[in-house]
């Protein structure tokens, strides 16, 4: 019996065989259909990199990728360094140049015979510019010489030849330029200032022309002195001058002095009578020449250019004399 069923299972099997007829099995339709492929142009596929011909390509390690870096920020642009500034110049010689006037003074005083020339404005402080050396000139340009000494300028005994030109001089002391038993000259020239006068000619000769002379004091623009010690006989020669003030100036003191240099008889004279005799001497012998023909007597007895009486110094003056012009005496230098 068993025998029997098992020959009818091999027969069925083989008819369903026989029925079939050698088609082919289908697998099983999966759930989710394929994505269609194009047959006639073949799978799309990458090449793959030739490591021997793609440069970024390392045949131990494999493709390699460069790295890209984003700047951070603007590179900040070039900025030239700053320049030292230029040196300054107040005073040249011949050429060479001096940072200060100062400094070019003490250079004409080593051998004279030249010319400084100012190339700006000076301010010398309390400094005195002496002129020691002969034949020194001062050239200004049109600068201004700001000063507080006693004195802007001094041309000592040893500076025959002194000049100044062209320069305008603020004076805070005394005087603007004291020419010191000397030979010089200014043309040009604008003293503004001079506590006691713009130019102090002590026993000197000297020449000025074409300038203005605004002293401080108002008692006069040139004080003639004769100070301790000297005994040569100021000579002055101006012309084309103005000023503020009385252009010349003679105290009594100075008088005095030159009564007794010129040999004046006062016997029996009062001052205002020797002070005539003195002036009568002074024009006899050129020591006043030029635009001074108008000098006269004041009530006082001084010597003084045209009419106008010399006012008192004001409170401020740095000046140290009394209240009385004839108290005081004109300084000597050394």
């Known amino acids: 019996m068993r025998t029997a069923k098992k020959l009818l299972s091999l027969v069925l099997a083989s008819a369903v065989v026989l029925t079939m007829g050698g088609m082919p099995v289908f697998a099983e339709e999966p759930a989710t259909a394929p994505t ?8 799309t596929t990458e090449p ?20 890209t870096t984003e700047p951070t920020s603007e590179p900040a642009p070039f900025t030239a360094p700053a320049a030292a500034p230029a040196a300054t110049y107040e005073a040249e010689i011949d050429g060479t140049q001096y940072a200060t006037l100062e400094e070019a003074v003490a250079a004409a005083n080593v051998n004279g015979d030249c010319t400084i020339e100012l190339l700006d404005n000076a301010d010398c402080g309390s400094t005195e510019l002496q002129i020691t050396a002969k034949n020194v000139a001062i050239n200004g340009n049109g600068h201004t010489l ?84 000297v005994d040569e006989i100021p000579t002055l020669d101006m012309s084309g001058t103005t000023s503020n003030s009385p252009l010349v100036y003679y105290d009594d003191d100075t008088i005095t002095r030159l009564a007794g240099l010129l040999k004046v008889d006062t016997t029996d004279m009062d001052q205002k009578e020797i002070t005539a005799a003195v002036l009568k001497e002074l024009q006899d012998g050129n020591y006043l020449t030029g635009d001074l023909a108008n000098l006269v007597v004041n ?29 005081r005496k004109p300084e000597r230098l050394l």
């Open 146 to 229: 700001t000063s507080n000494g006693a004195k802007a300028i001094t041309f000592t005994a040893t500076a025959d030849g002194g000049k100044v030109t062209n320069l305008k001089i603020d004076a805070n002391g005394k005087y603007g330029v004291q020419f010191y038993c000397c030979t010089g000259s200014m043309s040009s020239v604008e003293i503004t200032g001079g506590n006691y006068y713009s130019v102090l000619v002590n026993g000197a000769d000297v020449t000025i022309s074409d300038c203005i002379l605004n002293p401080t004091s108002g008692w006069g623009a040139v004080e003639m002195g004769v100070g301790d010690g």
């Open 48 to 67: 793959t990199a030739d490591p021997t011909t793609d440069p970024t390509t390392d045949p131990t390690t494999g493709p390699t990728t460069e790295p």
């Open 299 to 327: 009530d006082k007895g001084e010597i003084v250019s045209g009419e106008k009486e010399p006012d008192q110094p004001n409170n401020n003056s740095s000046s140290s004399s009394s209240s009385s012009s004839s108290s």
């Open 36 to 43: 269609s492929t194009n047959v006639s142009a073949g799978p």
